[in-house]
Nanobody, 126 residues
């Protein structure tokens, strides 16, 4: 049974940092693109960042570029999202997804991801 479990969310002030983790089980982690998406109340799930199978290729939304860093440790079957200089508009539930790929590319399209975690909540106060 495939599981993705996010952790690391919380309530922080504007300008603070958080590091989210996404730990996988039940799949060959190194064969999957990992993506981070977020969803605020009343909105759709939006792309945040994606990392290719090897970790060599990454891609960010314009909203977070320069502030967030995605990484992965395939041996530990875990992906990370380092979030610095957080802003109130970053408040959302953050989800990680896994998309099986035969090529070492990123993926920004949520509907292409096969597996999802349950999310971790991030709240940034002013």
């Amino acid at each position: 049974q495939v599981q993705l479990v996010e952790s690391g969310g919380g309530l922080v002030q504007s300008g603070a940092s958080l590091r989210l983790s996404c730990t996988a089980s039940g799949l060959a982690f190194g064969n999957y693109v990992i993506g981070w998406f977020r969803q605020a109340p009343g909105t759709e799930r939006d792309f945040v960042a994606s990392i290719s199978r090897s970790g060599k290729n990454v891609y960010y939304s314009e909203d977070v570029k320069g502030r967030f860093t995605i990484s992965r440790d395939n041996a530990k079957m875990t992906a990370f999202l380092q979030m610095d200089n957080l802003k109130p508009e970053d408040t959302a539930v953050y989800y990680c997804g896994a998309d099986k790929k035969r090529v070492d590319r990123t993926n920004i399209t949520a509907r292409m991801y096969e597996y999802w975690g349950r999310g971790t909540e991030v709240t940034v106060s002013t």
